[in-house]
Nanobody, 122 residues
Framework: QRQLVESGGDLVQPGGSLRLSCAVS????????VAWFRQAPGKEREGVSC??????IYTDSVKGRFTISRDNAKTAVYLQMNSLRPEDTAVYYC?????????????????WGQGTQVTVSS
């Protein structure tokens, strides 16, 4: 059974850091694109970052602050988030799609985790 499980979400003060993890089971990540999305209350799901192995994309609002990484051997995906802002508050989702075309469009992704809550507040 193919499954993605996120962890690492928490309450953090502005300027703080968090590292999100996504454990992937049931398949390996070779030849797959991995991504992180987020959804704040009342807003649409937004692509944060994706990595196709050869290419990485970040949405403008997180460039220079967030870093996506992947460990194909351990079938895990990570999102290091630094200099967090209140507007980063959202449920963060890990997602995987077949193929190596990098995209931040949610409908392109085949597999999703259940999400982990990140709250940035003083």
């Amino acid at each position: 059974q193919r499954q993605l499980v996120e962890s690492g979400g928490d309450l953090v003060q502005p300027g703080g850091s968090l590292r999100l993890s996504c454990a992937v089971s049931g398949f390996t990540l070779n030849a797959y694109t991995v991504a992180w999305f987020r959804q704040a209350p009342g807003k649409e799901r937004e692509g944060v970052s994706c990595n196709s192995g050869g290419r990485t994309i970040y949405t403008d609002s997180v460039k220079g602050r967030f870093t996506i990484s992947r460990d194909n051997a351990k079938t895990a995906v990570y999102l290091q988030m630094n200099s967090l802002r209140p507007e980063d508050t959202a449920v963060y989702y890990c997602a995987v799609k077949r193929g190596i075309l990098a995209t931040l469009t949610p409908r392109d992704y085949n597999y999703w985790g259940q999400g982990t809550q990140v709250t940035v507040s003083s």
